[in-house]
């Protein structure tokens, strides 16, 4: 069980510290072989101001992946999903311009072999959040909508798993627009579907 969380600056710093230092870490170890020592030494912190915030290892993932989805949420709550279906372009650049600015981060996701269980935690969380945005805005839906989105989200998280994998070649806006052009036409196809159970 997480400790309870403080709110003041210093706190947050250290919070902040301790995750970085962990992302670090997990682009060569497991995270069950992270020693709280190793963390506490790149963070430059005491292990009883580690202990403060938290429990273990798993704690501090655990805040990490809360973040990521506060980070979504925060951006999903600025867009309806009509614009969404208009134009995914600029909900998808503010929702991965934090993830790409972080390289620690995105390097643990895209190449961590400890990863896998985090990245689907992603997958799911923006399906669900992105077929709610669509009943929202639809009202209703069929058996087959959840697996669309699930397809469109999962297909475009591996899209930037191959750019990352490629070396980012290609510059990053091109990838969003075709990744926001490719879920454009998945859409027309989902509306297609719905269209012709109806």
Same mark, same amino acid.
């Given at each position: 069980?997480?400790?309870?969380?403080? #709110?003041?600056?210093?706190?947050? %710093?250290? %919070?902040?510290?301790?995750?970085?230092?962990?992302?670090?870490?997990?682009?060569?170890? %497991?995270?069950?072989? #992270?020693?709280?020592?190793?963390?506490?030494? #790149?963070?430059?912190?005491?292990?009883?101001?580690f202990y403060t915030h938290y429990n273990s290892i798993l704690d501090v993932l655990d805040d990490?992946?809360?973040?990521?989805?506060?980070?979504?949420?925060?951006?999903?709550?600025? =867009?309806? =999903?009509?614009?969404?279906?208009?134009?995914? =372009?600029?909900c998808l650049k503010e929702i991965s311009v934090p993830l790409i600015a972080n390289s620690a981060f995105s390097e643990f996701v895209i190449f961590s072999k400890s990863s896998n269980s985090f990245v689907q935690g992603i997958i799911n969380a923006l399906t669900e959040k992105f077929y709610n945005k669509y009943l929202q805005n639809r009202g209703t839906s069929n058996e087959n909508i959840p697996y669309m989105v699930n397809f469109l989200v999962a297909g475009s998280i591996n899209f930037v798993y191959k750019w990352f994998v490629d070396g980012k070649v290609v510059p990053y806006d091109v990838v969003l627009k075709d990744i926001s052009n490719l879920i454009t036409e998945g859409i027309k196809m989902i509306r297609n579907i719905k269209n012709e159970k109806a």
């Amino acid at each position: 069980m997480e400790k309870v969380k403080k #709110i003041d600056k210093r706190s947050l %710093r250290t %919070r902040s510290l301790i995750k970085k230092a962990v992302i670090v870490l997990l682009k060569k170890k %497991r995270p069950n072989e #992270i020693a709280v020592t190793e963390v506490t030494k #790149i963070a430059l912190i005491s292990r009883n101001s580690f202990y403060t915030h938290y429990n273990s290892i798993l704690d501090v993932l655990d805040d990490i992946f809360n973040d990521v989805l506060d980070s979504f949420d925060l951006v999903l709550s600025k =867009y309806d =999903y009509s614009e969404f279906e208009k134009n995914p =372009y600029p909900c998808l650049k503010e929702i991965s311009v934090p993830l790409i600015a972080n390289s620690a981060f995105s390097e643990f996701v895209i190449f961590s072999k400890s990863s896998n269980s985090f990245v689907q935690g992603i997958i799911n969380a923006l399906t669900e959040k992105f077929y709610n945005k669509y009943l929202q805005n639809r009202g209703t839906s069929n058996e087959n909508i959840p697996y669309m989105v699930n397809f469109l989200v999962a297909g475009s998280i591996n899209f930037v798993y191959k750019w990352f994998v490629d070396g980012k070649v290609v510059p990053y806006d091109v990838v969003l627009k075709d990744i926001s052009n490719l879920i454009t036409e998945g859409i027309k196809m989902i509306r297609n579907i719905k269209n012709e159970k109806a």
